[in-house]
């Protein structure tokens, strides 16, 4: 085997002997001796792939080409792809290549049809822009990158366009669904009710017998009419037990935001543990991807479950596109039935600030710092949220003292006291499920797993949620410990304030002068 065809299959190798053969070993010349520059495109093409190049007909070839820096095939495309750095083509050279462009066919079965589609469309393009095979090649395999990127937008664009007519047909059924649905509520409604008065009519005929005279006749008429009127209100108070509505429209607010090397990002799923509004339980419901919304522009997030006194909690989030330059809006929802308690887990999908690829940071639990370097630049990004409140407005700086008595938090039960702790006034959020407890032995006694370390508490005053450190409240200021409380009593060393050496306390504290036994 030849210097030229070392590293080649037999089969490769056969054919390069063969082109070499029909060239005599000098291409330069043969292509100078060539006069039609359809033939020179052919010619160059199946001298550059000469290795893998078959030709089914005259200016129609298959052959595949390796690119140089195969990174730069995104993975949406195909990872095997990527990896291998192997594109297989079959092209034609038309007679009209100059203006219409070469066909382009790609064979790779890795590859979707969506993305066959849209790539041959672009490969079709540069050839017309360079009205040349060989350069369209060149161009394609130095410059891979910036199609792919093309070609993910197209598809995104024609995702986003087959969804907006979606929701146009929805929403225009919808009215025809909603009316049909009253007219069949309404149907059995009255169906119930007849049924009802058949059977009151039944049992007076039976009490009364046969026998039907005019007073008989007037007194059952009104009593039809008044038996009508109870049946109505009570299956409306039935159903008002039992269909409990009450909404709530809140927006999901960040208390502080670090949002570094990211030009955008958005909620992608979550889970969020909210209180039922009639028998107070708390339950954990997880998020499942909705309709996508033009207004936000990204997709809704819908999250239903049925507590355990049978009512249907429901909530719809509207995620917001954040960037470097937003306010800590997140998002904003609307609860029925339910109001929220806690925002235990989340997942968020980002755009990089350099390169514009995308990435994810999934089962975000607490609220540290995340950081990742982006898959393309290698450029270090992070992202961190620190505490989450509901409102019920949006904040506005010049009236922060306003807004912060809007926000969502009640008192704990008890205060936050339970019997292993009478005086301690918070719950801790602990690090191994991000759920809130009273205390260790109060995780450890409903959890199946043991309590770890917890770096946020919610106060029992005003149910903020806060890091641990200080011992009194950042909103409310109470003291969320009776020791750090000097309106508590004097508990221990003049109410926490003093000190524990003797000399140095004061003489009224009668423990300075106590012996010690």
Known sequence: MSKKGKGLSQDEYSRFIVNEETWNNGFLNHIKSLTDEREREFAQIKRKYQSSFVEIEPFHARFTHKFSNPS???????????????????????????????????????????????????????????????????????????????AIDKIRERKEEIEKQKQIEEEKKQPIEEEKEENNENEAEN???????????????ESRGTEKSEDYEEDYEEDK????????????????????RDRAVLNIIAQA?????????????????????????ISSLSTTQGEFDIKTGTNSLLGSGECQCTLILQFTIFPIIMHQLT?????????????????????FKFTCADCGAESALLNIAGFNLYTENCTQCFKKQSFRIQ?????????????????????????????????????????????????????????????????????????????????????????CKAAVTKAGDPHQGNNFWEGGKGCRNKAQLSHKDKRKYHKKK
């Not at 998002?331 to 339910?338: H, I, L, P």
């Open 72 to 150: 730069e095939v995104h993975e949406y495309i195909s990872p095997l792809v990527k990896k291998s750095g192997l594109l297989h083509l079959e092209v034609l050279i038309p007679d009209n290549f100059d203006t219409d462009g070469c066909i382009f066919k790609i064979l790779n079965d890795e590859i979707t049809d969506v993305f066959k589609e849209v790539l041959q469309v672009f490969f079709n393009e540069l050839s017309k822009q360079y009205k040349s095979l060989f350069y369209t090649m060149k161009y394609i395999d130095n410059h891979m990158q910036i199609i792919s990127g093309k």
């Open 191 to 205: 169906n119930e009710i007849q049924e009802i008065n058949n059977q009151n009519i039944n049992l007076r005929k």
């Open 225 to 244: 009419e008044e038996f009508k009127d109870e049946t109505n209100k009570e299956t409306k108070q039935r159903r008002r037990k039992f269909e409990m």
């Open 257 to 281: 935001l670090t949002f570094k090397n990211y030009s955008s990002g958005a909620l992608q799923s979550c889970i969020l543990d909210v209180q039922c509004m009639r028998c107070q339980s």
């Open 327 to 347: 306010d800590l809006m997140i998002a904003t929802s609307n609860f029925v039935n339910c109001k929220p308690v806690d925002f235990r887990e989340s997942s």
């Open 387 to 475: 505490g989450i409140d509901f409102l019920s407005e949006r904040p506005d700086k010049k009236n922060e003292g306003e807004n912060k008595e809007k926000f969502i938090g009640k008192p704990l039960p008890k205060n936050g006291t339970c019997k292993h702790f009478s005086q301690s006034y918070r719950w801790f959020k602990y690090n191994c499920c991000q759920k809130i407890f009273p205390c260790s032995t109060c995780h450890d006694a409903i959890s199946d797993h043991k309590s770890s370390s917890a770096d946020y508490y919610v106060c029992g005053f005003c149910g903020m949620l806060q890091p641990i450190g200080k011992e009194s409240c950042g909103r």
